[in-house]
Structure formats: structure tokens, C-alpha cells
């Protein structure tokens, strides 16, 4: 019993020497600066999930604080947020795979899609996913896509438009984040798998009904005794850890549901698809698809097994329909705010349209819609402005020293230009502050104006982004894989809405706040027991 109660003493000895050793040598954080801790339970990134509006804290520890700042995760784990451009293009794409998803962004993930490519946790599964599915999203594939796309779009206009004439209206007020969020859903089914979701005609569709509200169901305003608790996940084995989607609470149960539902859908179309490739079938050009032929054509150890072919289309649904519908949704809010550059954008299609009569095409071609300076200014700063991923967690593969364009001062007044971190740092990058940077947008950088895409005026001395320089798709070796299946799919819609309907603020003028459940959505102030809401008065243009 003594040889144990030693070793015990040991092992803690060890264990505070150590830890003494990383604060002493600076890798601990203690001397960078950051809010105080309220709790050392919850910590204070907790208190992220509890703002009203995404970007509250953000920008507010952004003003005091510099681009980097000390936060604290429960139980104590201290985490560097970060939204200095060169740090992020060190953490992102020079050191992409060192810097890997923490525990706690995995198991969400892998509660939400399953083993996709989002949730794919080390550089090998990650570069094994990635290199299956990159002929699935090459440029042509995607602009093969376009027709579809205005097939789509020009049947919810059409649905828009016998809702006005049933009600014998010239304009309605509509909830049109859930009308885009149907029309998305039925994209991303035709194009990613070759399936009818039906969800503009059927809004009780069953893949709808879970979809509908699912992230301010699951995720907004966790409670105290979730954070605590997932603050443990880094100490307990992984195989422990992944059982945890089944517990039967509102955080985990909702999405667990879901995943049913669209795994069942996704396995039945693998199947379908597989025997397809079987018979020598090789013409269907969905992603689903080109996705079964490119797995079947690798060497055994680079394929992906069944479980993870299935997982993609969780991450597909997801990517391609949750947020391009809400960003497309918070478009239309600013445009109905904005009705001078509304009309600028109208006015710019129009012009497009006689262009296309006029050589005797029934539609925009990809290059047209490309050329529209207008359209291609609002969707980067909308995705600019309204970013719906706002934060990233990383944990450092290995001791680093991470580069930072601006230097931040210390708790003891020293001014750094880099932060050392030891391995098993936890590092986050901040998007919603990186995209508002005055040093990089203008001093106008918390305004949303479309005409800084224009006027050339933005500093890309720093690339980051996958599109417009901006962070909304993530950046470097992890960045989104359908990336430009979301701006194709964008532009179809927007150029449809605007060119048919003009988007007003309903007459009571509601509030509209940006809930941070996982991913930033709109809320009316006072209604938020509806979820996710934003209601736009639509005008038909005669």
C-alpha cells in the first residue's frame, strides 16, 4: 500500500512539475491577456453560446484585447482565440494538419454527419476523404450544375408567385429562410444524389422536418452541466466518448435523429448507385455518383468504407443546404434594408437578361452570372458580414510558435509578435472577427457594403479565404470541399429572386438577432420560441 500511495505521489508530482515547467516557459498563456474567469467549471468561452447576438463578446474582446486573447474552457483548459490574419494563415494552411480538430469539434461533428470529411480527425482520414471526393466537386462538375440549379429556383419563384395570386396580393410578408432552406434541400437532393426530396411541395416532408430548427433545438443556450461535461471528453477514451450521441437529451437527440433519417436515405442510394457501376452504368453525373466511381477506382487502402460513403451525405445536406439557405436569407434582409443597391443589382440582371434574348438563349450562362459585379460584390459580403460558422477549435498537434501580423501586449506590458504553444494546445480561430477587421475590410468594416468588393480597396496582402478572402468557408488544407457548389448555387437563386420579386422590412419592422446555436442564425427579438425566423415582405415586379 505504501509502494502505491508513492507511486501516486510521484505521478502528481510529475504531473505539477510538468505543468509548471509549460506556465514557466510561457506556453501556458497565463501571460496573455483575456477576460476574467467567472467560473473554473464553465470558464468564460461558455459565455459565447449565452450572447444575444453572434459577435457580441467577439468584437468587444477584439477592441480590448488586440486580434489574440486568453480564454478559458471548462475545467481550465486555457485557449488562445485568434483572429490575426497571419496566425490564421499559419494555423489554417501552412501547418493545416498540425493543427487539428479538438475532441469536443469531432464527436459534434461526428454527432451531425457521422464519419464525413468534416468530421474526418487526423491529416491521413482527412487527405483520404479529400482525394475520393475532389472529382465530385471539380469546377466543370459544379458548372454542369447550373440548369438545375435555375430549375430550382425558378420553381420557388413560381410557388412565390401563386401565393400571391391565391391570396390576390401584390406583395406577403414570408418567412423566406424557410423557404429557402426547402428549395435548397431539394438542390442539394438532385444534384448531390440524384433524389427528390419533394420539400417545396411538401413542407412536412420527413428529411425537412428534421432539418427545420434543428441547430437552435440542439445547441443554443447549452446548459451549465453540458459544458462541464464536455469538458471531459479530452480524458476519456475515444471509443467512450462517440457512444455519447446516444444519450437521450435535447443536445444529443435531435441530431442523432436526424442522422437516422438521412443515413437511412444515404445508404439506400450507395446501394442503388454501386449496382448501378456493377452493370456498367457510368452516366449519371450527380456527386453521389462520381463520388461511388472514384472510391471503386482506388487501390483498397485509399477507399472509404461503407460507413464513411454513407457519412457524406449527412455532410453534403449540410454544407449545401443549411447554410447556403441561411446565408442567401440574410442577403435578402440586407437588400431590403439596403433598396438603393437592391435596384442597382435588378438593374444589373435586367441588363443580363436582354443580353441573353437578345443572342436567342433561354438563360444565364455561367459566365454571365459571373459577370455580374453586383451579384458576386453582395454574396462576399454577405458572406463576409452574416458569417454562419463563426468559430473554429484546433488542438496543436506539436509545440509551435505561431506568427501574428499585429502585436498584442502582455499582462506585463510587453509588446509580442508571436506565441509560443506546446502540443495539446487548444487553439481558436476567430471568424467573426477576422472578417470585421478594419485593417483589412476599411474602417467601415462593421457595415455591410457591397461596394468594397467594388472599389478595390481591400488589403489582400494576407490570403485566407476560399472565396473573396473571406473566412466563411474556413481556409487552407481543411477548408470546405463545396465551396463552389454553395456560390453557384447562390448565384442561380439570388439572380432568380431579385430579377423576379422586390424584398422589403415587414411593417412592424421586427428585430432580427444573430443566435449563435453551432451556426449563426436569424431570430425575431421576442419570437424566439419560433426559431429560426426571417420574415421579408416580397413584391412582385410587374
Not at 411538401?202 to 461535461?229: C, G, I, Q, R
Not at 437529451?249 to 435523429?257: I, L
Not at 501586449?409 to 502540443?423: H, L, M, N
Amino acid at each position: 500500500m505504501s509502494a502505491l500511495l508513492t507511486l501516486c505521489a510521484s505521478s502528481v508530482a510529475v504531473a505539477l512539475l510538468v505543468r509548471w515547467y509549460r506556465w514557466y516557459t510561457h506556453r501556458s498563456l497565463k501571460y496573455i491577456r483575456g477576460p476574467q474567469v467567472k467560473s473554473f467549471l464553465l470558464g468564460n468561452v461558455r459565455d459565447f453560446s449565452w450572447q444575444e447576438s453572434v459577435g457580441d463578446l467577439d468584437f468587444k474582446y477584439y477592441e480590448e484585447y488586440g486580434t489574440s486573447w486568453r480564454m478559458q474552457a471548462a475545467l481550465g483548459k486555457g485557449v488562445l482565440m485568434t483572429a490575426d490574419p497571419k496566425a490564421l494563415q499559419h494555423i489554417m494552411h501552412k501547418s493545416g494538419y498540425n493543427y487539428s480538430k479538438t475532441t469536443q469539434a469531432q464527436v459534434s461533428v461526428l454527432n451531425i454527419t457521422g464519419r464525413s470529411i468534416i468530421w474526418a480527425p487526423t491529416a491521413d482520414i482527412h487527405s483520404r476523404h479529400r482525394k475520393i471526393m475532389n472529382p465530385a466537386f471539380s469546377a466543370p462538375q459544379l458548372r454542369s450544375f447550373l440548369p438545375m440549379f435555375r430549375r430550382s429556383s425558378g420553381k420557388l419563384c413560381q410557388q412565390w408567385k401563386d401565393e400571391l395570386l391565391h391570396r390576390n396580393s401584390d406583395s406577403l410578408v414570408l418567412p423566406v429562410n424557410k423557404w429557402l432552406a426547402r428549395a435548397a434541400l431539394d438542390i442539394i437532393g438532385e444534384a448531390a444524389f440524384d433524389y427528390e426530396f419533394g420539400a417545396l411541395d411538401n413542407s412536412e416532408n420527413e428529411v425537412t422536418k428534421e432539418y427545420d430548427n434543428m441547430f437552435s433545438d440542439s445547441m443554443l443556450h447549452l446548459p451549465a452541466w453540458n459544458v462541464v461535461f464536455e469538458g471531459l471528453w479530452t480524458y476519456l477514451p475515444r471509443s467512450l466518448v462517440e457512444c455519447i450521441r446516444y444519450m437521450p437529451t435535447r443536445e444529443y437527440s435531435r441530431f442523432a435523429r436526424t442522422l437516422r433519417v438521412v443515413n437511412r436515405v444515404s445508404k439506400q442510394l450507395v446501394e442503388q448507385k454501386s449496382e448501378m457501376l456493377l452493370h456498367g452504368d457510368k452516366t449519371n453525373k450527380d456527386v453521389m455518383s462520381v463520388l461511388v466511381r472514384a472510391n471503386a477506382s482506388e487501390n483498397p487502402g485509399m477507399k472509404l468504407n461503407d460507413e464513411e460513403m454513407v457519412s457524406q451525405m449527412a455532410a453534403l445536406m449540410l454544407a449545401g443546404h443549411e447554410t447556403t439557405a441561411n446565408t442567401v436569407s440574410w442577403l435578402l434582409w440586407e437588400l431590403a434594408k439596403h433598396p438603393e443597391f437592391q435596384e442597382k443589382l435588378r438593374v444589373e440582371i435586367v441588363q443580363k437578361r436582354s443580353e441573353v434574348i437578345a443572342r436567342g438563349d433561354a438563360d444565364f450562362a455561367m459566365e454571365e452570372l459571373e459577370s455580374m459585379r453586383y451579384l458576386q460584390a453582395a454574396m462576399k459580403e454577405t458572406l463576409r458580414y452574416h458569417n454562419i460558422v463563426y468559430h473554429l477549435f484546433r488542438v496543436a498537434e506539436q509545440d509551435d510558435i505561431i506568427p501574428l501580423a499585429n502585436p498584442i501586449r502582455t499582462k506585463t506590458g510587453e509588446f509580442i509578435t508571436e506565441i509560443p504553444v506546446s502540443a495539446g494546445q487548444v487553439v481558436a480561430p476567430n471568424i467573426a472577427v477576422y472578417n470585421r477587421l478594419p485593417e483589412i475590410w476599411g474602417e467601415d468594416a462593421h457595415t455591410w457594403n457591397p461596394m468594397r468588393h467594388l472599389d478595390e480597396k481591400i488589403d489582400t496582402q494576407i490570403r485566407l479565404g476560399m472565396f473573396g478572402n473571406v473566412m466563411s468557408f474556413s481556409a487552407g488544407l481543411r477548408g470546405c470541399i463545396g465551396w463552389r457548389f454553395s456560390v453557384i448555387e447562390m448565384q442561380a437563386i439570388v439572380a432568380d429572386l431579385v430579377e423576379n420579386f422586390k424584398f422589403s422590412l415587414p411593417d412592424e419592422k421586427p428585430e432580427i438577432i444573430r443566435v449563435p446555436a453551432g451556426v449563426m442564425g436569424p431570430m425575431v427579438r421576442g419570437r424566439e420560441h419560433e426559431g429560426m425566423l426571417l420574415p421579408l415582405r416580397v413584391t412582385a415586379v410587374v
